[in-house]
């Protein structure tokens, strides 16, 4: 069963930081929330290789 986390503010530092150390050792989805659309799609674009 796949499971999916909601990191609410996830673009800011600790956000940031907690959504790269569950991408490289967790097999789960990640949705991220914040109120700046640029620094999701910078977040985007520096992980898209981490799956």
Known sequence: MNKTFLILGGYGNAGRLIAE?????????????????????????RCAGNR
């Open 21 to 45: 150390l569950l991408l490289q050792e967790t097999p789960i989805q990640l949705v991220l929330a914040g109120t700046t659309t640029s620094l999701g799609y910078l977040f985007i674009n």
